[in-house]
Every structure is written in structure tokens, then in C-alpha cells.
């Protein structure tokens, strides 16, 4: 009886091992049937968040950039990020000028990361949700950066000119694609123990594209068939205006100057696409790096390895 038993134990770890053996092989056929690319390349762009210019047309730098501890630098998961405050510099007469914190974070080749965003991270710093939640068009102004729709492209990708105080002036640079569509997502808080109100709202930048909540991010930014895989956060948040129609028109015009200097420390997704970048990078880990410069005329993004 007990030799029955082993016998039986033998046959069904062969058809366990045999099964194992089919699904890993039916998995990897299915893995390079779908092209798909299960372990990301980080990639990096040249410039990292904090080199956006410290002023804009209507903006301009209020005190240092935040700088964090180290601890919290490893609760943040990357060191590159930036938290700075800008204000309004000709604001309507007799109004104050308006005070936005921008804070933005960059993650590169990580599936398992969770993003940083207001109505997790104020709630556990104290702060409650004073109102329900609203996803707000920024409608961007296009003539703010010269706005062209690339029809060359694939997914209404417009290109913006960078001002003539940025690092690489006068160059034209890729938006996210159908970045007229861009919206961000808006909640109020309140701070019981002193009262205090602000709104605060974000958006992401991933792959190429955007979206407006952190369940998502996830789906644009890792991709099956992409090999390299990032996402960017932008949060904008105030205590300057008193309704939420404020708040976006603020942030609308901030962003409408800021955007394309944005994309400048992201890489260009358009160009990785189309095969015509250099940026390094290796099934061994090695970081991928772009690098936005103008084209021979000067009217162009042409990414090159740095």
C-alpha cells in the first residue's frame, strides 16, 4: 500500500512538473507573441525637475526650493523631485498676487510604486477633504509656446517653443499627446486644528501621455509592449483663492508657461517611438537618457544620447 502511494506521489509530481513546464513555456510564447517587455528600463531625461527656470512671464520664484531629509527622501522614492513656491507677478489692480506651491516628482522603471498624491498624503498629515472631488479641463492657452499640431505623429502630439530664458530657448519640444485635454484633479481641504483652508490638485505625465488619477497611472505608464517605463507628477496647490474656478484658472495660467519646460526634464516619448534616439540602455539595468536639443534650424526637439 505504502509502495502504491509513492507511486502515485511520483505521478503527480511529474504531471505538476510537466504542467509548470507547459505554462512557462506557453507564457513566454505568449510574452513574445505580444512583444511585450515584463521588465522596464528606467530612462532618463537630461535635465531633472529643478532646473525649470525659476521665472516665467507672469511668475516668478518665492523664497528656496524646499529641500527634503534624507528619511524623507526614501518615503518619497526619488531624489528627483522639486517643491518650490511661485507668485504672480502683475496681478489684477487691487487684488494680491496669487501664491502656488508646485511640487513634481519623476519615477522611472518601477511597477510597484504608489504615488504620493494630496488626498492620501494631507489626510495623514491632518488635513480632511472639505468638498467633493472635481476633474477640471486646464484648457491651456497654445498661443502662450506657439502650440502646432505634429500631424506626422500619431496621437494629436502638439509641439510648444520654449521661452528664451529656458536651457535650450527657442527650441520647439513635444507635449504630452491630446495635451489640449489635459485636466487636473481637484480637491479642498481644511486643517481643523488651525483652520486653515487650501486646494490642492495633480495630474501625471507617463509614457507620452497624461492622466488625472493615480489608478491609472499605473495602466499608461507600464505598458506591456513599452520597454522603458516613467510617470511624472505634477501637484499645484493654494491658499491664495477662495474657489475652486480660482484655483484652476491659476493653475491654468501657470501651467500654460510652465508645461513645455516641464516636458523638457521628461524624455520625448514621441522620439523614442519613432526609433530616432540614441538613449542608451541595456537588459543589464543600464539607465536610458535623452536628451531635447534643436534641430539644425533651430525648430525642432531631436533627443541624443548624453
Request: hydrophobic fraction near 40%; include cysteine.
Amino acid at each position: 500500500m505504502s509502495m502504491l502511494s509513492g507511486s502515485s506521489a511520483r505521478v503527480a509530481f511529474v504531471i505538476a512538473l510537466g504542467a509548470l513546464v507547459v505554462g512557462a513555456a506557453s507564457l513566454q510564447g505568449m510574452v513574445r507573441a505580444l512583444k511585450a517587455t515584463l521588465i522596464k528600463i528606467p530612462i532618463e531625461a537630461k535635465y531633472k525637475l529643478p532646473s525649470i527656470p525659476e521665472e516665467l512671464p507672469s511668475w516668478k520664484r518665492i523664497g528656496a526650493d524646499e529641500q527634503m531629509s534624507e528619511e524623507m527622501v526614501t518615503e518619497l522614492g526619488t531624489e528627483n523631485y522639486i517643491s518650490r513656491a511661485y507668485m504672480e507677478k502683475n496681478p489684477p489692480e487691487g487684488q494680491s498676487p496669487i501664491l502656488l506651491s508646485l511640487h513634481m516628482t519623476y519615477y522611472t522603471g518601477m511597477v510597484d510604486t504608489v504615488p504620493h498624491i494630496p488626498d492620501r498624503c494631507l489626510v495623514a498629515a491632518g488635513w480632511s477633504i472639505a468638498g467633493s472631488t472635481g476633474v477640471r479641463p486646464l484648457n491651456l492657452d497654445q498661443e502662450i509656446g506657439e502650440w502646432r499640431l505634429e500631424r506626422d505623429v500619431a496621437g494629436r502630439v502638439f509641439s510648444a517653443r520654449l521661452g528664451p530664458d529656458s536651457k535650450v530657448p527657442n527650441t520647439r519640444i513635444n507635449l504630452p499627446r491630446d495635451a489640449d485635454k489635459l485636466s487636473i484633479r481637484v480637491n479642498p481641504y481644511t486643517e481643523p486644528k488651525s483652520n486653515k483652508s487650501l486646494f490642492a490638485g495633480y495630474f501625471f505625465i507617463a509614457n507620452g501621455g497624461h492622466c488625472d488619477n493615480a489608478e491609472d497611472v499605473r495602466l499608461l505608464a507600464f505598458q506591456l509592449q513599452d520597454t522603458y517605463a516613467y510617470y511624472l507628477k505634477v501637484q499645484i496647490s493654494t491658499s491664495s483663492v477662495e474657489t475652486e474656478e480660482e484655483y484652476v484658472a491659476a493653475c491654468r495660467k501657470l501651467l500654460s508657461e510652465l508645461l513645455p519646460e516641464i516636458m523638457l526634464c521628461a524624455p520625448d516619448w514621441v522620439e523614442l517611438q519613432r526609433g530616432l534616439s540614441t538613449a542608451t540602455g541595456s537588459q543589464a539595468g543600464e539607465k536610458g537618457k535623452t536628451n531635447h536639443a534643436p534641430d539644425s534650424n533651430g525648430a525642432g526637439v531631436k533627443p541624443s544620447s548624453k
